[in-house]
């Protein structure tokens, strides 16, 4: 059995899509990020940065796991799905992977930041995230003119990756206008049952931007 712990953003849903999709069990460990329970003692001692989210392998001797794409690496070894074996396609999706560590993730969340949440509103700012958001953006599209998914012709972690800070692009202020093939590539993974049930795990509420304003950058964990 897996311990998650886990809230709702873009890096937790990474690692609840790639559980259900490998249909392993886990407890779900909901951590409120308003009121700064990643932060707890208990939790820095599986977790020493105090981010979300963080998995607790019993079936490992209680093995814990934090950093999503290390969770995502460790999930698909241990289940033999989603990451090839051979050293080109491991690495392959590999790269992607560490695109969207890297990449995506880091400058989208700037962009998130300073586009919805800074206390003073800075043009020189939001417009560096956003942009150089956007061009990574443009790298996925052009990616996907001639693959079916990001590491190739197999859906992968790289896909689970990526897939649900995109889906945040308007919260950051990005539009998607002109990036066909990025948008089919959504819809395709959006309509894997898994991916649903991952998107709302834990179980979604109603989104309050009055509130999320409020958690400010909390909600980028």
């Known amino acids: 059995m897996i311990d998650f712990y886990t809230a709702s953003t873009p890096n937790g849903r990474k690692v609840s899509i790639m559980l259900e999709e490998v249909e392993l069990p886990y407890n779900l460990k909901h951590l409120s990020l308003s009121k700064q329970e990643q932060k707890d003692d208990l939790y820095l001692m599986i977790n020493p940065n105090g981010r979300i989210p963080t998995i607790v392998d019993h079936d490992n001797d209680g093995f814990s796991v934090f950093e999503s794409g290390a969770i995502l690496i460790y999930l698909a070894e ?131 931007e009055k509130k999320a304003a409020e958690r400010g950058s909390k909600l980028l964990v």
């Open 78 to 208: 241990k289940t033999g799905k989603f990451l090839p074996t051979d050293v080109k396609g491991r690495s392959t999706v590999i790269q992607w992977l560490m695109f969207q560590m890297a990449g995506i993730g880091p400058m989208q969340g700037q962009a998130n930041v300073f586009h919805r949440y800074a206390p003073e509103r800075i043009e020189y700012a939001v417009s560096r995230y956003q942009r150089e958001t956007r061009r990574l953006y443009e790298v996925l599209d052009k990616r996907l003119s001639d693959n079916e998914y990001l590491a190739g012709d197999f859906y992968s972690i790289a896909d689970i990756a990526t897939y649900p800070w995109i889906t945040l692009h308007n919260w950051a202020g990005v539009e998607l206008e002109g990036l066909n093939n990025l948008r089919k590539w959504m819809t395709k993974i959006r309509r894997r049952p898994a991916v649903q049930r991952g998107m709302d795990v834990p179980k979604s509420k109603k989104f309050d």
